[in-house]
């Protein structure tokens, strides 16, 4: 009787600590999602079960624990990685290649392939033979 009544009593001092941590933890994954696998670079922190992410999401559970704020945290990831590190980079000239480069190379490469197909109907109509609509 006496050992259950102790259990009962540490398993009541443990549920504080427990509650506690559960809330970093859900905490660490939320801020986590909005950071980017460095390894991976298609996966966000949370997802990833790369060594590095793994590795980043404790520095980022000691932080939080230290009493940093969110902004703190994505700023000391930014400081030592890069902008690239967010999965929603902020709109600078810095970022603009991460911004505006995907559409940068689609529209390059629509281009090329646009001339391409001038050229193919041009040599077609010297050559006397119908280019295919």
């Not at 624990?65 to 690239?84: I, K, L, N, P």
């Not at 109509?125 to 119908?130: M, N, P, R, T, Y």
């Amino acid at each position: 009787m006496r050992s259950g009544v102790l259990l009962v009593l540490l398993a009541a001092l443990a549920l504080p600590a427990v509650a506690a941590d559960g809330a970093l933890e859900v905490h660490v994954l939320r801020l986590s999602a909005e950071l980017r696998c460095l390894v991976c670079q298609n996966q966000t922190l949370a997802d990833s079960h790369a060594p590095l992410a793994v590795e980043l999401r404790a520095e980022i559970r000691t932080q939080l624990s230290g009493g940093a704020t969110d902004e703190q945290v994505v700023d000391f990831m930014v400081q030592r990685y890069g902008d690239f590190v967010r999965y929603r980079p902020p709109l600078k000239p810095s970022t603009w290649l991460l911004w505006f480069g995907p559409l940068a190379m689609l529209s390059g490469g629509g281009l090329l392939l646009l001339r391409q197909r001038i050229r193919w109907g041009h040599a077609a109509s010297e050559d006397g033979v119908e280019s295919p609509a």
